[in-house]
């Protein structure tokens, strides 16, 4: 269903979190270039090493990997990206709306909240459809950040993994 609520501003306000020495700087300089390089191996090492991050604010630019690490990755994301544009999310109210189709309609509600990941037990961003969408209760995401303003999501049907995808806020 649409809304006509105002959307929130494009990125979020508020300062990115220090991160860690170490793997920082190259999880600094992450971008969806270099996730679409990455094999189904590779994205799922950096999920796991990933913190959830800051609870996110605003309107996303998404992207899916489906096929991660192959040819078929880079000829899917245009054709899925017709479908599913990304996410905007309206953080005071813990929820959110997919923006569809090639217009951006917003649609497609989830409750957004904190949990234990159903891929490793560590605390993930929980985009939960059960209760908000009839169309899409079996679905629930998990995201991660895995560099300022870049989160890296897992699509769950029926608790079954599928696809990955990437939502890009911009400063």
């Given at each position: 269903m649409a809304t006509t609520r105002t959307p929130p501003k494009r990125a979020t306000t508020r300062a990115a979190p220090k991160r860690a020495t170490?793997?920082?700087?190259?999880?600094k300089s992450l971008d969806v270039r270099k996730l679409f390089a990455m094999n189904q191996e590779q994205l799922d090492k950096l999920f796991r090493s990933s913190s959830a991050g800051r609870t996110p604010e605003g309107v996303a630019d998404g992207t899916v990997i489906a096929g991660a690490g192959t040819p078929a990755a880079r000829l899917l994301a245009?054709?899925?990206?017709?479908?599913?544009?990304g996410k905007v999310f309206y953080g005071s109210d813990h929820d959110l709306l997919n923006r569809i189709l090639p217009i951006g309609l917003r649609a497609v509600r989830a409750?957004?909240?904190?949990?234990?990941?159903?891929?490793?037990?560590?605390?993930?961003i929980i985009l939960d459809y059960s209760k908000s969408s009839l169309l899409a209760r079996s679905i629930r995401d998990e995201i991660r950040e895995v560099a300022p303003g870049l989160y890296l999501g897992i699509v769950y049907i029926r608790r079954r993994k599928t696809v990955n995808f990437v939502l890009r806020f911009s400063a």
């Open positions: 170490g793997g920082a700087r190259t999880k245009p054709l899925l990206g017709l479908a599913w544009q409750r957004v909240y904190r949990d234990s990941s159903w891929f490793d037990g560590k605390e993930a």
